[in-house]
C-alpha cells in the first residue's frame, strides 16, 4: 500500500471511529448543530493533506477534535457580531487543550457526549422519525440518502425532516444533555429506535462495498450498555441490549474472506461468539421476568431462536413464526410482516410463505424495497420454480444498492438460470 493510500486509509477508519465524537464534542461547546458538522468535514479535509506531510497523528481522534474546533473559533470570531456568538468563541478560545475523552460536560453523570447528543435529538418536542433520523446523521455520519432508504423515503423528504429537526432545536432551546431520571421514559422510545437503526446500518449497510460496518455495530453496543445501566428497571433497554449481542454474536460470519454475503443457514455456528450469546440471552431472561414485554424484547427472542439453533435444520420456525405475529401487534410495520412471511415459508413450506408474500405485494408498501423481491425470489427456488424465481431475483437487483448483496443475488440468479 502506497503511503498515499495508507493516509486515506487510516482518514477513512477516522471518520468510522470519530465522527460522531467529533461533532459531539462541536456541538456541546458551540451550541451550532451546521457549524459543528461543517468544521468536523473541514477537519477530515484538512487530516488528508496534513497526515501526508506530517504522518498519521498519534491519537487521529483528538487531532480532528482539536482542528474542528480551532476551525470553528475562526468562524465564531469572523461572525462575532452579537453577544451570543462572541460568548460561543470565548467558550472556544479557552478550550485549548486537546480532546479528552473523560471530559464530563453536565451534572448528568454520564461522561459521554454521544449519549448527550443521543438525548438532545430524540427530545419529545421532536416527531419520532426526525429524532432518529437527526441522530444517525450526526453522530453516525450518514448521508441524507442513506438515512432515506433506511426509512424508505424519499431523500428530498428526508433532507427537510432534517433541517426542520435543527430549526426546532434552535429555536426551542432544547438543552443538550442527558435529563433527569424522571424524565427518562420519555424519550426512551426515540433513543432505543436511534441506537437500533445504529446497529442496523452497521449490520447490513445499505450502500457501498461492505455489508458490515464493524465500528457501527461496536458503537451501538458500547451506547446501549450506557443506556442499559441509566435506566436499569426499563425491560426494553435490557432487551435492546440482548438483541443486539445475540445478533453480534454472529456478525464475523456473515460475509466470506471475500466479502460477500453467507446466509444463516450457511453460517459457521462454531465460530458464533458464545460469550455474547450468552449474555444476551441471560439478558432477555431478566427483561422476560419483569413481565412488560416490548418490540426489542420480542425480537432478542426471535434473535434467541437462531443463535441457540445448534444446526440450521433444528431452528425452530414455527416458533419464530409466531414471535414475529406477536411483534406485528407492536410494530404494526410491513417489513415485520415480510419477515413472518420468510419465517412461515421456513416453517409451513414455501407456497404457503409465498401465498402471504402476495397479500403484502398487492399492498404495495415495499414496492422499492429489494428484500420483498429477494424473498420471493427464495421462495419460488425452494419450491423448485427456477424460471420464476429468476425473474423475482432480476427484481432485486434492480432496487438492491449494496454491492455485497448484489453480488449475492448474481450468483442465485446464475444458479436459477443454470437450473
Given at each position: ?91 472556544l478560545a479557552r478550550d485549548e487543550e486537546p480532546y479528552d475523552p473523560e471530559y464530563d460536560g ?138 443486539l449481542l445475540l445478533h453480534d454474536a454472529r456478525r464475523h460470519t456473515r460475509v466470506d474472506t ?162
Amino acid at each position: 500500500m502506497s503511503g498515499t493510500d495508507e493516509v486515506e486509509a487510516a482518514v477513512a477508519a477516522a471518520f468510522r471511529e470519530d465522527w460522531g465524537q467529533v461533532v459531539a464534542t462541536l456541538i456541546r461547546v458551540t451550541g451550532d448543530w451546521d457549524l459543528a458538522e461543517e468544521c468536523a468535514q473541514d477537519a477530515f479535509a484538512q487530516a488528508l493533506d496534513r497526515w501526508r506531510r506530517d504522518g498519521v497523528p498519534r491519537r487521529p481522534g483528538a487531532w480532528l477534535t482539536t482542528t474542528a474546533r480551532n476551525r470553528a473559533l475562526d468562524v465564531l470570531r469572523r461572525e462575532a457580531v452579537g453577544a451570543a456568538k462572541l460568548r460561543e468563541a470565548a467558550v472556544l478560545a479557552r478550550d485549548e487543550e486537546p480532546y479528552d475523552p473523560e471530559y464530563d460536560g453536565d451534572d448528568s453523570g454520564v461522561e459521554d457526549d454521544r449519549l448527550r447528543l443521543i438525548f438532545t435529538c430524540c427530545h419529545p418536542a421532536l416527531p419520532i422519525e426526525a429524532r432518529v433520523a437527526l441522530t444517525l446523521r450526526t453522530l453516525a455520519g450518514l448521508t441524507t440518502p442513506e438515512i432515506a432508504r433506511a426509512f424508505l423515503v424519499p431523500e428530498a423528504t428526508m433532507a427537510q425532516r432534517l433541517v426542520r429537526a435543527k430549526k426546532k432545536i434552535r429555536n426551542a432551546g432544547i438543552p443538550y444533555r442527558v435529563p433527569p431520571a424522571h424524565l427518562l421514559p420519555e424519550r426512551t422510545t426515540g433513543v432505543l429506535g436511534v441506537l437500533y437503526l445504529l446497529f442496523n446500518e452497521g449490520y447490513a449497510a445499505t450502500t457501498g462495498a461492505d455489508l458490515v460496518r464493524t465500528d457501527l455495530c461496536a458503537e451501538a453496543v458500547r451506547l446501549a450498555r450506557v443506556l442499559a445501566r441509566l435506566m436499569p428497571d426499563e425491560p426494553e433497554t435490557t432487551g435492546l441490549l440482548a438483541l443486539l449481542l445475540l445478533h453480534d454474536a454472529r456478525r464475523h460470519t456473515r460475509v466470506d474472506t471475500a466479502g460477500d454475503l453467507v446466509t444463516l443457514e450457511d453460517q459457521n455456528r462454531t465460530a458464533w461468539d458464545s460469550a455474547e450469546i450468552a449474555e444476551g440471552t441471560a439478558l432477555l431472561e431478566t427483561a422476560l421476568r419483569r413481565g412488560r414485554p416490548g418490540p426489542y424484547q420480542i425480537q432478542a427472542a426471535i434473535a434467541a431462536c437462531h443463535a441457540t439453533a445448534p444446526t440450521a435444520e433444528e431452528t425452530d420456525w414455527a416458533d419464530i413464526a409466531g414471535l414475529y405475529g406477536e411483534l406485528a401487534r407492536f410494530v404494526p410495520s410491513a417489513v415485520v410482516r415480510l419477515n413472518r412471511t420468510v419465517a412461515v415459508g421456513m416453517a409451513d413450506g414455501p407456497e404457503a410463505g409465498l401465498a402471504l408474500l402476495a397479500e403484502l405485494e398487492q399492498e404495495g408498501d415495499l414496492a422499492d424495497y429489494h428484500l420483498l423481491p429477494a424473498t420471493r425470489a427464495d421462495l419460488l427456488r425452494r419450491a423448485g420454480r427456477a424460471e420464476e424465481a429468476a425473474e423475482a431475483y432480476e427484481r432485486a437487483l434492480e432496487l438492491v444498492e449494496n454491492e455485497a448483496e448484489r453480488r449475492f443475488l448474481e450468483k442465485r440468479l446464475a444458479e436459477c438460470r443454470s437450473a
